[in-house]
Nanobody
Framework: QVQLVESGGGWVQAGGSLRLSCAAS????????MGWFRQNLGKQRELVAG????????YYADSVKGRFTISRDNAKNTMYLQMNSLKPEDTAVYYC???????????????????WGQGTQVTVSS
């Protein structure tokens, strides 16, 4: 299984940028699709962006298309989320997650992910 640790969250004004990182340890990182989820209190966890095992395929929620970019460096066992033009509604705890299975298309449901990081808070002020 893959162990995940997020970093890079913080506070930023609307219109600003943040870059989240997800460092992974484990034998199968370069065989797992990965995702970035976010969650606010009382709300369902939302898949923001996903990337397949090779980095050749990506997915974005409509709410972040054109503003967020997901990427991965398999040599460094690290995934990233570049967030630009941030809005107050982007405020949430952001989690990285690794697919339960190997070499498959990007899962869209949170129950399809088997490893989760501890989360990092992103706060965007207006």
């Amino acid at each position: 299984q893959v162990q995940l640790v997020e970093s890079g969250g913080g506070w930023v004004q609307a219109g600003g940028s943040l870059r989240l990182s997800c460092a992974a340890s484990g034998r199968t990182f370069n065989q797992n699709a990965m995702g970035w989820f976010r969650q606010n209190l009382g709300k369902q966890r939302e898949l923001v962006a996903g990337i397949n095992w090779s980095g050749g395929s990506t997915y974005y929620a409509d709410s972040v298309k054109g503003r967020f970019t997901i990427s991965r460096d398999n040599a460094k066992n690290t995934m990233y989320l570049q967030m630009n033009s941030l809005k107050p509604e982007d405020t949430a705890v952001y989690y990285c997650a690794a697919d339960l299975a190997l070499f498959r298309a990007i899962p869209r449901r949170d129950y399809e992910y088997g490893s989760w990081g501890q989360g990092t808070q992103v706060t965007v002020s207006s």
